[in-house]
């Protein structure tokens, strides 16, 4: 499913992916809770969940996880830094 070398982002994908079911799920509940006390219509519900977890996703304003197009490149940098911390250490060039 990802190509070689695109671990980092398939990695921040899924977190993205996660981040926006869990949004969907307690948008549900919440609206099941709305519609009890309230009477509300139950297909809102899931249109409320929908949009969430969209703009969960898609992240318009990098609010929510940083800037999504850079956060890839800065976590391959700390591993690089720390795979230079560590050869240091043990004297390996």
């Known amino acids: 499913m990802c190509g070689v070398g695109s671990a980092v982002h398939c990695a921040y994908m ?3 992916f ?10 549900v509940c919440l609206h099941e809770v709305a519609w009890s006390v309230a009477g509300s219509p139950r297909v809102l519900g899931l249109v409320a969940g929908g949009l969430a977890a ?4 898609f992240d ?3 609010c929510l996880a940083g800037n999504s197009s850079r956060q ?5 940098e700390r591993r ?3 795979r230079d911390r560590a050869r240091s250490r043990t004297g390996v060039v």
């Open 14 to 16: 899924f977190r993205r």
């Open 18 to 27: 996660s981040i926006s079911a869990l949004w969907f799920v307690s948008f």
């Open 54 to 57: 969209g703009f969960c996703y």
């Open 60 to 62: 318009p304003f990098h």
């Open 72 to 76: 890839p490149e800065v976590l391959e």
């Open 80 to 82: 690089e830094l720390a």
